[in-house]
């Protein structure tokens, strides 16, 4: 039941951080692909920082231990990308 439980009220925590932030009103998103406001940014890139560096203490202390990584299909991510920009385009977004 923990391993269910800890997740999703990280989750909520995180989204809770957000919306208090503002971070998920209209203005803020679209200022983002404007370049006017990085604030969404910045606060994505530091959760990444923070999660990173928390994973790895938790690898190194033998509480966690990380899977292998596989092999990237590089020709499958240009392909499955490309599908995605062209349809994030023709939206309008």
């Known amino acids: ?6 997740p999703l009220v ?7 951080a957000l919306q208090k932030a503002g971070l ?9 692909f404007r370049f006017t406001d990085l604030a969404v940014l910045k606060f ?3 959760s990444l920082a923070v999660a990173m560096v928390g994973t790895f203490a ?11 990584v596989p ?3 590089v020709v ?3 392909v499955g990308g490309l599908i995605f ?7 309008g977004f």
């Open 1 to 6: 039941m923990g391993d269910i439980l800890f």
């Open 10 to 16: 990280l989750g909520f925590a995180f989204g809770w």
């Open 24 to 32: 998920t009103k209209y203005h803020k998103i679209v200022n983002v």
């Open 44 to 46: 994505m890139m530091t």
């Open 58 to 68: 938790l690898s190194t202390f033998g509480l966690i231990s990380l899977p292998a």
């Open 71 to 73: 092999a990237t299909y």
């Open 76 to 78: 499958g991510n240009l």
């Open 85 to 91: 920009g062209v349809g994030m385009a023709g939206a």
